[in-house]
């Protein structure tokens, strides 16, 4: 018996093993050639070679060319994966308000909010200073680029609500768009998301003049680490809801204080110098 059963186990080891494939006919390996269907309208599927090398061209043009949002859209999608958006989408889903924008999954567009209403309405309301806003600084709520390459659906949503919620952390803090007042106001993102386009965003200091980098390391990025790390996650704030209230309680609320006028403060630099170089001159 105990003969038999060796010689059993013995031919069932030397005995050839009907092999499964591991992919199937059916299968279709993911390449540049064969890329797979898209997960949602617009979605650009990417190999893990083309998003790095989308990566490292848009952070270069993009540190070349900082005006150029089509770049550091894409730098900032290209760089959201594979951790930090599901990281923003969860902290959408541990907030009731955050779970509310992601099932009614609003738009932030010329078409959803009326600017001329928002006009009408009273000087300190958060509507009315995100048109000011707008109307100052000659942008619309239609110049946020679609997200393509992120493959989940709901965190390519996050990513679009991100974006377009921008414009409203220009109104809250009155940081202008131009290169100094955006780079502020990525710090501030990057300490309140952890976005890394954010984060990279400020190797664009390297371009500032001295003085604006001056005023920048010196006033507007500890403004920026102090008021992004305290604050609520302004990703859960229902924009649309709050168009009537009063902008500074919501800026308390949110835990965020203004910052210096950067216009101001820019202005004021400017008549320093005119003044030294009078002096100079006269002297």
């Not at 371009?207 to 102090?226: D, H, I, Q, S």
Request: with cysteine.
């Amino acid at each position: 018996m105990a003969v038999c059963s060796s010689r059993c186990l013995r031919t069932l080891l030397e005995s050839p093993l009907p092999v499964r494939s591991l992919a199937s006919p059916t299968t279709r390996h993911f390449s540049v050639l064969n890329r797979p269907p898209p997960n949602y309208e617009g979605h650009v599927p990417l190999t893990k070679i083309e998003r790095a090398a989308l990566t490292v061209g848009s952070a270069v043009m993009a540190l070349r060319d900082p005006y150029r949002a089509d770049l550091i859209a894409t730098l900032g999608e290209t760089t959201a994966t594979p951790y930090f958006i599901y990281r923003l989408r969860d902290t959408m889903l541990s907030d009731p308000t955050g779970r509310r924008i992601l099932r009614d999954r609003p738009r932030i567009t010329s078409k959803t909010l009326s600017l001329p209403h928002l006009r009408t309405l009273p000087a300190n309301t958060l509507g009315r200073a995100y048109a000011d806003w707008q109307d100052r600084e000659g942008v619309t709520p239609d110049t946020r680029d679609r997200v393509k390459y992120i493959d989940d659906e709901e965190c390519a949503y996050v990513m679009q609500r991100y974006r377009e919620s921008h414009d409203f952390y220009h109104a809250l803090t009155g940081l202008p768009v131009f290169m100094e007042g955006e780079i502020a106001l990525k710090a501030f993102e990057f300490a309140n998301t952890l976005l890394p386009m954010t984060g990279l965003s400020l190797f664009a200091t390297a371009r500032l003049k001295r003085e604006g980098r001056g005023r920048f390391w010196g006033t507007y990025f500890p403004w920026a680490v102090r008021n992004g790390l305290r604050a609520k996650d302004v990703i859960n704030v229902y924009w649309e809801e709050c168009l009537e209230r009063d902008v500074d309680e919501m800026r308390g609320e949110l835990g965020i204080e203004r910052p210096p006028d950067l216009r101001d403060a820019r202005r004021e630099a400017r008549r320093r110098k005119m003044a030294v170089k009078g002096k100079t001159e006269g002297g």
